[in-house]
């Protein structure tokens, strides 16, 4: 059956470019101390949360994974909501700004997967794919 309304415009949110700069000079350093002070400097930046998500899940310290995934997670909520996002429609990978929401999102998911929280692993994966499935299939990839 075709879906008969139209899907509301996507969501993009607006580049942190001060934030950004942060980010990259802490990849560089790729020290965990670096990527927390952009984290506490910026703190609805959820760049700095998914990457230190990510960094503490490949390091297996999930609890510290789960709690950074949700904390950007949210900010990113508020974000999305304050630019016009409604609970439901695109949140493309494609646009730079939106990926450090989406990191968090399947940072989450994973993370919630490990400790056990298999409805909430399997809800924040959905999220993902409905916001889009690219940023899944990039995420999944690396």
Known sequence: MQNLMPEPP???LPAYDEADAALVAAEQADDDAAFAEVAARYPTFSAAWGALGAR???AGQVVPAYAYARTGYHR???QLRRNGWKGHGPVPWSHEPNRGFLRCLY???RAA???GEADEAA???QFLRDCDPAAADALASN
């Open 10 to 12: 996507a969501t993009l």
């Open 56 to 58: 503490a899940l490949a």
């Open 76 to 78: 990113g909520l508020d």
């Open 107 to 109: 940072v989450l998911s």
């Open 113 to 115: 997967d490990e400790i």
């Open 123 to 125: 809800r924040c994966a």
